[in-house]
Structure formats: structure tokens, C-alpha cells
């Protein structure tokens, strides 16, 4: 039995029709970073943080898995050993396809949190800056999303799987966003065999010892079929 630690980013689900930061005329081209994705942002104009993210919620919630979130979520039902998908995307499509043992670095569209008191909730479909915390009543809600400048969450549970991995697999990701970029020097120094599937060759494509490119729905399929076939 193998230990599988996957990390997943935008380029997972781009087939889905969810835009990555680089894609021309998606909601992160109409927006700087600087203006929708930090507590700076949020502090500064709420209104339209919230109106940004509801717009990627309403999207998500519309999107469907692609063959590439089927596929991880059937290796993760009949691989012998344990499964783990660290996600960097926040649209829910892994558990759409019914993957289970799912963590949410950078946090979950379908996600409300306090910043007075860190109570977190279902978020509705409108989020607003005159919304309450259902637990203290406090005007101070917010996407539970990991803005950049944030810690990422799960960052214990994420070491404690990458030092027991017998697999690392980077799929879709950019390789130029830290500490996420780093897991495969992680995962190598642990002795785990490393695997980058990606559209193109990231930042990063050289740390791996395995690597495989193509369109998510093609290339993802096929590594999962042959991984179940060992």
C-alpha cells in the first residue's frame, strides 16, 4: 500500500470552465490581485470583494467536473493505500466528483467566516458588507478564503502527509506560488517519487523526477488508470 499526496491547482479545472489568474477576458483579468484578493483590499473597498467573490461563487456553483476531478476521485475510492488532494483552488469541484479526504489550503467559495470572532459558515450565494455573524452578531463577515498575505490552512496536516508520502502529484499548477511550490522539495527530501501533470512545464518542472503534459482531462485519466493497474 502507497501513501498519495496530490496537489491540485487553477489548471485542474480551466476544462471546467473556470478561469486560471493568466486567462485572458476570465474575472481575475477584469481585476488586480491587489484589489479583490488581500485583507488590505477587503479593509479598503469590502463592497467590491464581495462583489468579486460572489461572482466566482455563482460560477462555481454553475461549473461540473471534468474528467480530470472524476478520475482523481476513483483513484481515491480504489487505490489500496491512502489518498490526499491538497487543493489551491476553491471552487468544490473535487467534492462534486466525490472525492472525500479533500483540504483546502487557500479556503472554499461555499465558505463564510468573522473576522470578529472566526465563526464559519455556509456562505449564501450574496455575500455583502452588512452582513452578521450568525454566531456574534458582529457586521465583519467574509469569504472563507486565504487571501495572499494569509497563512494557508492546514499547513501541520499538509507536512505530517508530504513526510509520509510514497507519491507527490502536482497537477495544474503554476509552480510560483509559495509555500504550495515548495511541497515537491518536501515530498523529494522524504524519499517520495514526484510526479508533475500539467498543461505546460511550470516554474518548477525540473524538481520533479516524473513528468507528464497535456490537457488535465487527457493526461490526469490516463496517469490514474495506469496507477491502478500497478
Known sequence: ??????????????????????????????????????????????????????????QAREATPNAAHH?????????????????????????????KNVLHMHGFLEGALCHQCDHRWAAPLEMSPEGVCPSCGAQQTRPDIVWFGEMPYGMERIGAALAEADVFISIGTSGEVYPAANFVAEADHFGAHTIELNLEPSAGASRFSETHFGPATKIVPEWVTAELAR
Open 71 to 99: 478520475a482523481l476521485a476513483k483513484l481515491e475510492a480504489e487505490h489500496k493505500g491512502s489518498v490526499l488532494i491538497v487543493t489551491q483552488n476553491v471552487d468544490g469541484l473535487h467534492e462534486k466528483a466525490g472525492s
Open 1 to 58: 500500500m502507497s501513501n498519495i499526496v496530490i496537489l491540485t491547482g487553477a489548471g485542474i479545472s480551466a476544462e471546467s470552465g473556470l478561469g486560471t489568474f493568466r486567462d485572458e477576458g476570465g474575472l481575475w483579468a477584469q481585476h488586480r490581485i491587489e484589489d479583490v484578493a488581500t485583507p488590505e483590499a477587503f479593509a479598503r473597498n469590502p463592497k467590491l470583494v464581495h462583489q468579486f467573490y460572489n461572482a466566482r461563487r455563482a
